[in-house]
């Protein structure tokens, strides 16, 4: 199974699992699920983190093929795809554990974990930038 995948995200059962692979055929998929499935267990800052991982999370599968179309290369549509997919476990991954310090349901390794990632991209943001040293050479 790959329930365990979204474990640190607050919501590793199989109702949630089947939700977000659901939501890959098409994001209102996921509205379904939960109308048949029941989802009380989850609290409330699980289904937050829910609701980031699954609106920042690829596309459906038919704007997965307008990207490949658009992009005409598979290698960049498979990182497209790939860079939504982990920035939406990262976003969630940080929401859900450094809320789980309030709440009282604290895991040190997801919090080291989502400690990590945001002082990741807060240096992504706020490192400076270097004008490239080297130049073209003009081919005449």
Do not use: H
Not at 28 to 53: C, I, P, Q, T
């Amino acid at each position: 199974m790959v329930c365990w995948i979204f474990k640190p995200l607050g919501f590793g059962t199989i109702k949630a699992t089947i939700a977000t692979i659901m939501g890959l055929v098409a994001k209102e998929e996921v509205v379904g699920v939960f109308g048949v499935l029941d989802f009380e267990e989850m609290s409330k800052l699980a289904a937050y983190s829910f609701l980031v991982f699954n609106l920042l999370c690829a596309p459906c599968f038919a704007a997965i093929g307008a990207i490949r179309r658009e992009m005409n290369s598979a290698k960049w549509t498979w990182f497209a795809i790939g860079y939504q997919c982990v920035f939406a476990y990262a976003a969630s991954l940080m929401i859900y554990q450094i809320g789980s310090v309030f709440t009282g349901n604290i895991s040190i390794v997801g919090l080291i974990a989502a400690a990590a990632v945001l002082v990741f991209m807060l240096w992504m943001l706020f490192r400076p930038y270097t004008e490239p040293t080297k130049l073209k050479k003009n081919v005449m």
